[in-house]
């Protein structure tokens, strides 16, 4: 292989790498937010974000570049494809971190929610299956990457439990439909979270297996 | 970076070798042209082909892909019996055409390379006219009719692409062509005697972007009615213009796959760090 195409490779993994920290970092934030609500929170996530999307910009760039100049193929045609793919998602987590952290804002402080640990729990797991599928990637492990995608079910089961509770605590006490209200949106922003997670670590599966497992039933 | 692609090898390529030739026999849906069975061949004590074995679909494209040496173009000539020329050759296991076993005794070899063309890396006409270059097939296997060998030379012409171009000099001197004109015409000499398969060893390789196009669209356009089976050292060439892609390495068939396989997920790692350019 021409030292190019592998110091173009090695570059472009560095910038994956660190675009995965930053975002990670971020939704980390977001959802901690949530439990400890203030105005100024989503407007430093907001500025993550603007770095997150110029390194996506970059990311791509430099894949376009290494398509154009060595028409790689095999492992790595699929690990640029894989790359591209990657980061777009990963900017799409950023930008449900901005949301999240926006729900987070207009949380009353105080506010007693009842489905709070379950959404606790629900983000911990969507949070574990980013950092699971970012971790598949860097070892290169389809296993653990098929591991993540099993557990989007439990994500969407518990998405859906909340969404149940804070209907039930809305018809209870008018008083909480605000507070519920963003709840209900932050929960759909972590479900959306444990998705990109999904797609994520269905991209390793292709990246290590040549397979797509996308759109199939069996894992 | 290497240690990952180590790791990608290891679950990615984990099928044995014997089962490529299977598959290809078990999902292909059109009839063989030629088929190879434990094919070896030797250059006086030197075996340069080892046990191969190969099935070729009619109107498709084949590329045989491998660095210089792999034995590639010595199998592109077994087809045709190119190799018989060489002194001090032998080979062993069958080469069938149709059916026909191409090394048995009786097989007429003319009557042979007529069904089997084949079309150089140098463009290689005769210092004659253009219409003489094209005839020169027909005529030698006794067409004489001036008329029906016009007719010929303008179909053959037309199949390679180069009518238009020089129907207004076809008594002029080939050599007078330019070299990607030259190898359409030689690929028209070759139309010339009707064949069912052309072979070609690397066609495009001493030609511009420009003469290089014209020749794959051509290997296009031709597959519809003949079998083609080229050799090319463009790794871009193979997976733009055939449809199953056979690696050679040392004399052995490593891989043959449909050529879209081989250039996002080969089985076998020597095929993976050849088309990478990991080495040769």
Known sequence: MSIHLTRDLDGLHRSLLSMCAMVEEMVHKAVDGLAKPSEEFAGELARQDDEIDRCDVQIEEECLKILALHQPVAIDLRRISTVMKITGELERVADLGVHIAERASGLVPGTEIVVLDKFKEMARIALEMLHSAIDAYVALDSELARNVCTRDDIVDELNREIIQELVEAMQHSPDLVEASMHLFSASRHVERVADHATNIAEDVVYLVEGQIIRHRSIL | ?280
């Open chain 2, 1 to 280: 970076m290497m240690t990952q692609l180590d790791k990608i090898s290891e679950r990615a390529h984990h099928r044995p070798r014997h089962e490529t030739e299977k598959r290809v026999r078990d999902t292909n849906p059109m009839p063989f042209k030629i088929e190879t069975q434990d094919l070896s061949f030797f250059y006086g004590p030197n075996q340069v082909l080892f046990d191969v074995s190969m099935a070729i679909q009619q109107q498709s494209v084949t590329a045989l892909i491998g660095p210089s040496g792999c034995g590639k173009s010595t199998f592109l000539r077994t087809i045709n019996r190119m190799n018989d020329i060489v002194e001090g050759t032998r080979h062993t296991g069958q080469v069938s055409l149709e059916g026909m076993d191409i090394y048995a005794p009786q097989v007429d070899v003319v009557a042979l390379r007529k069904r089997v063309g084949m079309v150089f890396q140098k463009s290689n006409p005769f210092p004659k006219s253009n219409f003489e270059n094209v005839a020169y097939g027909p005529r030698i296997a006794g067409t004489r009719n001036k008329k029906i060998l016009a007719e010929i030379v303008e179909r053959s012409l037309e199949r390679a692409g180069l009518w238009d171009e020089v129907k207004d000099r076809l008594h002029e001197p080939s050599l007078a062509l330019s070299g990607g004109q030259q190898q359409r015409l030689c690929i028209a000499r070759a139309l010339a005697t009707d064949p069912d398969v052309l072979l070609m060893d690397e066609p495009a390789s001493a030609l511009d972007p420009a003469s290089t196009a014209k020749i794959e669209d051509l290997i296009f356009e031709l597959k519809q009615n003949y079998t083609i089976v080229i050799v090319t050292h463009n790794m871009q060439q193979a997976a733009r213009i055939s449809d199953r892609t056979a690696f050679f390495y040392e004399g052995h068939l490593i891989e043959m796959e449909k050529t879209t396989e081989i250039f996002t997920k080969p089985r076998e790692r020597q095929t993976e760090d050849y088309i990478t350019g990991r080495f040769g």
